[in-house]
């Protein structure tokens, strides 16, 4: 009852705050195309509006995340009798990487992105990029990374409540590395090597520290 009390607050505030900020979005849109040369356009005649209610949904869900954060830590550590201090170390952490993983996607992985892929084009062949695509593209990446920059959080959860443990990361980082190379040729929007490594390298590095954090708090 309680969890579902806070989901339906939680939807509640979303939708508020998407309305508010809706009246922000041409500020956020030219916050996102920034990165972008050129000019955007749209094919449809509700393309322009959808698009700016996009941007107000994702500003909403990214000012938001911490009360996210801290339902989900909640409904998830509550079985497992994570709470208090616990909890509120899982929450301010795990929040910490999101923004940190959003903000380097945004000032670092996107631009080079963006560059690549435009760097196909020629005299013959001029981008004429649809403003509904470029939101998916740019929003739907951002939240990728803060999501996989929360990798240490949840090694140390699962390693808290006995699903994992710390000698089980030690022993298969072979096997941790060949799937973040997956993830990193999924989620990265080129397929050259530089970008795959802007998303591999970090999120291997995370790997690490979620088990340089157990060995610190002594979780085997």
């Known amino acids: 009852m309680e969890l579902r009390r806070s989901v339906r607050g939680l939807g509640i505030s979303i939708l508020l705050a998407t309305a508010g900020i809706f009246f922000l979005s041409p500020e956020l ?4 195309q920034a ?5 955007l356009y749209f094919f449809s005649v509700a393309g322009p509006f959808l698009a700016h209610v996009k941007l107000a949904l994702f500003a909403s869900l990214y ?7 801290a339902v989900l830590w909640r409904a998830m550590g509550k079985p497992f009798g994570v709470d208090g201090t616990q ?4 929450v301010m952490f795990t929040c910490l990487l999101f923004y940190a993983g959003t903000l380097f996607c945004y000032f670092v992985t996107l631009p080079f992105g963006i560059k690549f892929l435009l760097g196909f084009g020629s005299a013959d062949l001029q981008p004429v990029i649809s403003i509904g695509r470029f ?4 929003t739907i990446f951002i939240l990728a990374f803060g999501v996989i920059f929360e990798l240490p959080m949840f090694m140390v959860f699962m390693a808290k409540v006995g699903m994992l443990t710390r000698g089980f990361y030690e022993r298969n980082r072979r096997y941790a590395l060949l799937l973040i190379a997956i993830l990193a040729a999924l989620l990265t ?3 050259d090597v530089v970008n795959m490594l802007l998303m591999g390298g970090p999120l291997y590095l995370l790997y690490e520290a979620g088990i340089v954090i157990l060995r610190v708090m002594r979780i085997k």
Do not use: R
């Not at 000012?63 to 954060?69: D, E």
């Not at 939101?135 to 740019?138: C, D, I, L």
């Open 87 to 90: 909890l509120f170390f899982f």
């Open 135 to 138: 939101v998916n593209f740019t």
């Open 35 to 39: 990165h972008l040369s050129g000019k």
């Open 189 to 191: 929007p080129t397929p």
């Open 29 to 32: 849109l030219h916050m996102v």
């Open 63 to 69: 000012i938001i995340m911490p009360w996210i954060m």
